[in-house]
């Protein structure tokens, strides 16, 4: 209990011990992490960046826990989650937005001053943090598109600050940001008409509810789009809509989601993937790559 005191007292009430991930994740699945806290300020992640390194504890960084796949066993160390650092701040065509703040959150509060850039992002269920690591996307808009910079820390503690236009980025992926923790980024958006920017939002949302199963716990889209090709077309080639292994299904109305019916475990979504991607490439040659982050497995 040495350590796990130590973090108590530094982060009083906001330490949890043996805290079930299954509430932090939108898969509704995960085991519990040994210790769980939730920094709310730069100090708060320097003192505990040093304090891991330390004690030679491992750590995992959580955002709003969409896309990831945490283990049933749990994760060991501490976790940490982003989302008391959820401060967004518009200053005329400005986003400024702390990391642990709602994807969803900045393309509504754009749309309502009228400013474009964000509005098909509107419903992505994702962190700021979580967004940048991987250069999210919907419906054709990236976040990296409008993006002017993002703040971390790297592992020694040190500010980092980047401009867009010294990251190498493309597809739900961007290099070189391994070993950070994003603490916060800035948007330059567009002056637009706020009133078909509501309409886009409004469509972006109708369409989200229309073709994804969002009546189920999931962690989003599974696999990234292979070149030229959407993995959910080739997994409903292949017949797989509505493969189950124990409580996680391939969806029946988006191929591309892997869904929770209700009690399914991180071993269940696993050996579905497996079977997804086997099945995939026998028939089409197409060799599926994971966009969801497997955590402890």
């Known amino acids: 209990m ?15 011990l043996s805290e ?30 040093g304090f891991v390194r330390q004690k030679g504890l491992p750590l995992t960084i959580l955002g709003l826990g969409s896309n990831v796949i945490v283990s049933d066993a749990g994760l060991p160390g501490v976790v940490a989650s982003t989302r008391r650092m959820d401060q967004v701040r518009i200053s005329g065509t400005r986003i400024h937005a702390q990391a642990g703040a709602a994807m969803d959150v900045l393309a ?5 001053l009228g400013l474009a850039g964000m509005e098909r992002l509107s419903g992505i269920p994702g962190s700021v943090g979580g967004a940048l690591w991987i250069n999210a996307g919907a419906f054709g808009q990236e976040v990296f598109d409008h993006l002017v910079s993002f703040t971390a820390l790297d592992q020694d503690c040190g500010l980092v600050r980047k401009n867009k236009t010294e990251v190498a980025y493309g597809y739900r ?16 958006l567009d002056c637009g008409d706020q009133g078909q920017l509501r309409e886009i939002r409004a ?31 080739l997994i409903d080639a292949c017949g797989l809509k509505g ?3 124990g409580r996680a299904q391939v969806s029946t109305k988006h191929a591309g989601f892997i869904i929770n019916l209700g009690g399914a475990s ?18 089409t040659g197409v060799d599926l790559e994971l966009e969801q982050v497997p955590l402890g497995l």
């Open 266 to 283: 991180a071993r269940d979504v696993m050996e579905l993937i497996s079977r997804v991607r086997y099945a995939v490439r026998r028939k």
């Open 108 to 112: 509504a509060k754009s749309v309502d």
């Open 20 to 49: 079930p991930l299954c509430a932090y994740t939108t898969f509704k699945i995960g085991g519990k992490a040994e210790s769980l806290v939730l920094p709310g300020s730069e100090d708060d992640w320097r003192w505990l960046l």
């Open 2 to 16: 040495g350590w796990q005191a130590d973090l108590a007292a530094r982060f009083d009430g906001r330490c949890f």
């Open 243 to 245: 493969l189950t292994v």
């Open 173 to 188: 992926k961007v290099e070189g940001v391994a070993g950070l923790v994003f603490l916060c980024a800035q948007w330059e």
């Open 203 to 233: 469509e972006t949302l109708r369409a989200r509810a229309d073709k994804q199963p969002l009546e189920y716990p999931s962690a989003g889209s599974v696999f990234k789009r292979p070149p030229g090709d959407h993995a959910s077309r």
